[in-house]
């Protein structure tokens, strides 16, 4: 009975160590964790006041329940593998919101999800891309990283991440596209880090150097993009926003993309 309560109140520190990481992000609302919950009521079951002074806390800081329903869904229905799945943040998950079909209709899977860094993204790669056996991955990461979503950036963590995330792809036989960080000179959510194009084109030009070097694809959306401030043209940006784009700017990344993933698969 010991080594069961040690086991447990081992599980509910690391819960509430999880959850303390959690809370870190600003991006994900809190979840409610059945897990935790039934830890919590086997805890209070033994009635030890050292154990009732866990309170284990789970958030779901990857946000693998985004997609976890459509994932199983899809792998039920026997579908074959997609040709590419679009792994990134936002400007990844509103490519489905401007242009519905464009997906489905070119035999792709969207699992961007709105505010995630690099790290979240390497956390649910394996549910939400390998999982599928794809053709191709697109990455479209990094922005959230630059604007310091979570943590002060790190050009080397980020690089880590998405290395980890090719590396990943390359052992299940997926080949790899990486975009570029598309053009921002300012953050709308986090105005207080600054113009942060330098970064931004480091960032671009490391994973184009990666992809030389390793026969990946990179897939260059600046020249559509960009104006010569290096930032978002204001009439590709979603109501002048700095970072987003519209239904314009999907438009012209579109052939972009498709000719990578094509020349991935190829």
Not at 150 to 173: E, F, G, I, K, S
Not at 191 to 199: D, H, K, S, T
Not at 203 to 230: F, I, K, M, S, T
Request: hydrophobic share 45%; net charge negative.
């Amino acid at each position: 009975m010991d080594m069961m309560r040690r086991g447990l109140l081992g599980g509910a520190v690391v819960a509430g160590a999880m959850g303390l990481a959690a809370r870190a992000s600003a991006q994900n609302a809190p979840q409610a964790n059945p897990d935790a919950e039934k830890l919590q009521q086997t805890l209070q079951a033994y009635n030890d006041p050292a154990a009732l002074a866990v309170v284990p806390v789970g958030q779901d800081w990857g946000n693998l329940h985004r997609y976890h329903r459509l994932n199983e869904s899809l792998k039920t229905a026997g579908n074959p593998p997609p040709r590419a799945v679009f792994m990134g943040d936002s400007i990844t998950d509103n490519w489905a919101g401007f242009v519905p079909d464009w997906y489905a209709q070119n035999g792709y899977y969207g699992r961007g999800i709105s505010g995630q860094v690099t790290a979240q993204m390497l956390l649910r790669f394996m549910a939400d891309v390998a999982a599928f056996k794809p053709g191709a991955v697109h990455f479209l990461a990094g922005t959230n990283d630059l604007a310091e979503n979570t943590d002060p950036y790190d050009p080397v963590a980020t690089q880590n991440n998405l290395t980890a995330m090719v590396r990943l792809a390359t052992a299940h036989d997926i080949r790899v596209v990486i975009g570029s960080v598309p053009p921002a000179t300012s953050f709308s959510w986090r105005p207080e880090v600054g113009n942060r194009v330098a970064m931004i084109r480091d960032l671009n030009g490391w994973a184009q150097d990666l992809c030389a070097r390793e026969g990946h694809v990179y897939a260059d959306y600046w020249p559509v993009l960009a104006n010569e401030d290096g930032g978002l043209k204001t009439e590709l940006g979603i109501g002048g926003d700095s970072v987003h784009p519209n239904k314009d700017g999907y438009a012209l990344m579109q052939p972009i993309a498709v000719a990578a993933i094509d020349r991935a698969l190829a």
